[in-house]
């Protein structure tokens, strides 16, 4: 795929985020070193350091998304959830993230932040084959994604070796996740839970064009 300008930029500001955070002097560093004018950096991330975060963090998603394709996760159910999770923090760097972490913290940035947490639960349950089309296309994102946060802060505290605390601390909480599936599908045996299912949450649906919480960047 042939480097966009913003492809480059993205790469040039990455190198500068270590010393100057995910802000605009890493933009302003990264377009000096590749000898693009400064006026051009508003037109590539209009919002500055929280749509450098956004782009890094998309970046790899697009790379879990590629790599799920390429090489699906085996095994049960819970353990693929579990690999896509942990696949997707390796395609990060701690430093980066946490620099994007502290960008995305900012009040004007929360939105953005749990938008971009979604899109990496979105990819991980559509690449293990979810359909569904009601109110579990939902449920199932946002449980995902409070795994998702959970282990990116564990992770990034984690000085065990090899991250196999991490790797550990993910696999409880699947099976948190799985806990909750397994009542769920009880509940829905129970007498009349069907019905009554139907008329409360029945009218949910999931997007047609899989839109997202808060507004994209």
Known sequence: MTQTDRDALLDAALIHVPFEGMND???AAGARDIGMDAALIRVHFPHGGA???????????RALREALAATPPEGRFRDRVAEA???RLQLSD???VRAGAAT??????????ARLVWETA?????????RSQDVNWYSKRATLSAVISASVLFWLGDESEDEAETRAFIDRRIDGIMSIETVKARLRRLPGASRLADATLGWIRAPRDR?????AR
């Open 51 to 61: 749509d450098l975060a956004a782009a890094y963090h998309r970046r790899a998603d």
């Open 122 to 130: 979105d990819v991980i349950w559509t690449a293990l084959g979810d």
């Open 211 to 215: 839109a997202l919480p808060g507004r």
């Open 94 to 96: 701690p430093e980066l």
């Open 25 to 27: 002097l890493a933009l």
């Open 104 to 113: 995305l913290a900012l009040p004007q940035n929360a939105t953005l932040a």
């Open 85 to 87: 999770v942990w696949r």
